[in-house]
């Protein structure tokens, strides 16, 4: 038999591309995760998964049923905006996607105050960077997205929130710190860099540009808190959002760098698909996001 549940961990398994991303994605046990795959393929009675040291990558059987969960979940996702104005604020979901800075530190604040305006709405919030929530946004999975850069995507449809600084930051005890900095006092610097596919990765590459710097040193980590870690250890230098690192210069665990010309800005922005048609739960966070002008305190 087969269940929702089992496509949902299938659909999820191909979508990292491994067994242990659907895990944490899904907050199940990578075993509950290989249990789900073992008991579809025994349903359907093919293999749907290659396993392989690589990762993880469907079948050519698996291929046809994750295109089918989705068209299954569409119809589902219909249903229940076809019936959310019938619930109006009184029920229903809000699922809301964010990147990786602005998922974290941000969505929590904004559905704070919304679940004081909608109570009775379950929200979810889920976080990747640029790449994962843009595809999230035009595969339909979500109808609402946080981003820090604008889509390249024609389909998405973009409404600009607040500009937002982004801060170079050093461990304390650096030589760099106290100090106004030029390029040139960091060409023999180490720099911490986010993943490709990341808005803040992007926005890193151009700093270094602008600052004539592309050929120095750089580090790959996944993520704003592997950043900071990293930063505080001594293992180089980061430009990271003001708001990601605000508890760390705080509290002495980062320091922030001042460097002339100034890191670049950003615009925060809620996207969505353009042919979306939005639930009331989901219109009225849309509503709440044009009534922020600023990073909520």
Same mark, same amino acid.
């Given at each position: 038999?087969?269940?929702?549940?089992?496509?949902?961990?299938?659909?999820?398994?191909?979508?990292?591309?491994?067994?242990?991303?659907?895990?944490?994605?899904?907050?199940?046990?990578?075993?509950?995760?290989?249990?789900?795959?073992?008991?579809?393929?025994?349903?359907?009675?093919?293999?749907?998964?290659?396993?392989?040291?690589?990762?993880?990558?469907?079948?050519?059987?698996?291929?046809?049923?994750?295109?089918?969960?989705?068209?299954?979940?569409?119809?589902?996702?219909?249903?229940?905006?076809?019936?959310?104005?019938?619930?109006?604020?009184?029920?229903?979901?809000?699922?809301?996607?964010?990147?990786?800075?602005? +998922?974290?530190? $941000?969505? !929590?604040?904004? #559905? *704070? /105050?919304?679940?004081?305006?909608?109570?009775?709405?379950?929200?979810?919030? @889920?976080?990747?960077?640029?790449?994962?929530?843009?595809?999230?946004?035009?595969?339909?999975?979500?109808?609402?997205?946080?981003?820090?850069?604008?889509?390249?995507?024609?389909?998405?449809?973009?409404?600009?929130?607040?500009?937002?600084?982004?801060?170079?930051?050093?461990?304390?005890?650096?030589?760099?710190? +106290?100090?106004? $900095?030029? !390029?040139?006092? #960091? *060409? /023999?610097?180490?720099?911490?860099?986010?993943?490709?596919?990341?808005?803040? @990765?992007?926005?890193?590459?151009?700093?270094?540009?602008?600052?004539?710097?592309?050929?120095?040193?750089?580090?790959?980590?996944?993520?704003?808190?592997?950043?900071?870690?990293?930063?505080?250890?001594?293992?180089?230098?980061?430009?990271?959002?003001?708001?990601?690192?605000?508890?760390?210069?705080?509290?002495?665990?980062?320091?922030?760098?001042?460097?002339?010309? *100034?890191?670049?800005?950003?615009?925060?922005?809620?996207?969505?698909?353009?042919? @979306?048609?939005?639930?009331?739960?989901?219109?009225?966070?849309?509503?709440?996001?044009?009534?922020?002008?600023?990073?909520?305190?």
């Amino acid at each position: 038999m087969v269940t929702l549940n089992q496509l949902e961990v299938l659909a999820k398994v191909v979508e990292s591309k491994g067994f242990s991303g659907a895990a944490k994605s899904l907050f199940m046990s990578q075993p509950a995760v290989s249990n789900h795959i073992r008991n579809l393929e025994r349903s359907l009675g093919v293999q749907l998964v290659h396993r392989t040291s690589l990762g993880a990558r469907p079948t050519p059987a698996g291929e046809v049923v994750v295109e089918h969960a989705r068209r299954v979940f569409e119809v589902l996702d219909s249903l229940d905006r076809a019936i959310a104005d019938y619930r109006g604020l009184e029920g229903g979901n809000l699922v809301v996607a964010g990147t990786t800075t602005l +998922g974290t530190y $941000l969505l !929590p604040r904004l #559905l *704070a /105050d919304f679940s004081l305006r909608a109570p009775k709405v379950s929200c979810q919030i @889920r976080v990747g960077n640029e790449e994962a929530v843009e595809s999230w946004l035009l595969r339909g999975e979500v109808a609402l997205g946080l981003c820090a850069d604008t889509p390249r995507d024609e389909q998405l449809l973009t409404q600009g929130m607040f500009e937002e600084s982004m801060v170079l930051v050093a461990e304390p005890d650096s030589p760099l710190v +106290g100090r106004a $900095l030029t !390029p040139s006092d #960091l *060409a /023999d610097q180490r720099f911490l860099m986010r993943e490709s596919g990341s808005a803040s @990765r992007r926005l890193q590459e151009y700093a270094l540009r602008t600052w004539g710097l592309e050929t120095a040193e750089q580090w790959d980590m996944w993520g704003p808190d592997t950043l900071k870690q990293a930063v505080s250890q001594g293992l180089g230098i980061s430009l990271l959002s003001e708001h990601a690192i605000r508890q760390e210069t705080k509290s002495g665990i980062l320091a922030a760098l001042t460097i002339i010309p *100034a890191p670049p800005t950003r615009t925060v922005s809620l996207v969505r698909r353009i042919d @979306r048609v939005l639930t009331p739960p989901e219109e009225a966070f849309v509503e709440l996001v044009r009534t922020v002008a600023v990073w909520p305190a």
